[in-house]
């Protein structure tokens, strides 16, 4: 009989720095995301500040909350062309202010679902 074993790498005793906001986090995940394309190798604990999350786990939450549709394609777009840009959309451009409120939406979505997971403060 062989015996199987768990082994489990703890990286601190320390849960990780929550986010200030979900922006935050958002960008977070974004910039992440993009590394990760461009062929980075994405590691737990290596970062100069430890995080409560994963950065899929942010974009999981948006998963679900579009397959549970709050949160529609358009809010997708602007989420993804922004945090991008690593800015949210400026209110007083003429051409952002649509943007901003697909933003503003998307966020009011967002914030509380990362909240409960203990991702953003």
Not at 9 to 27: C, I, T
Not at 62 to 91: E, S
């Amino acid at each position: 009989m062989v015996q199987h074993r768990n082994t489990f790498m703890v990286l601190s005793d320390a849960v990780g720095e929550p986010f200030g906001s979900a922006e935050e986090a958002w960008f977070w995940s974004v910039q992440a995301q993009d590394a990760k394309a461009a062929g980075a190798r994405i590691a737990a604990g290596r970062g100069l500040v430890q995080r409560p999350c994963e950065p899929g786990d942010v974009l999981c939450a948006v998963d679900r909350l579009y397959r549970r549709r709050l949160l529609i394609r358009d809010h997708l777009h602007v989420l993804v062309h922004y945090g991008r840009r690593l800015m949210a959309p400026d209110p007083a451009r003429y051409r952002e202010q649509r943007a901003h409120t697909l933003w503003q939406e998307a966020f009011d979505r967002l914030r509380p679902v990362l909240r409960e997971k203990g991702i953003v403060q």
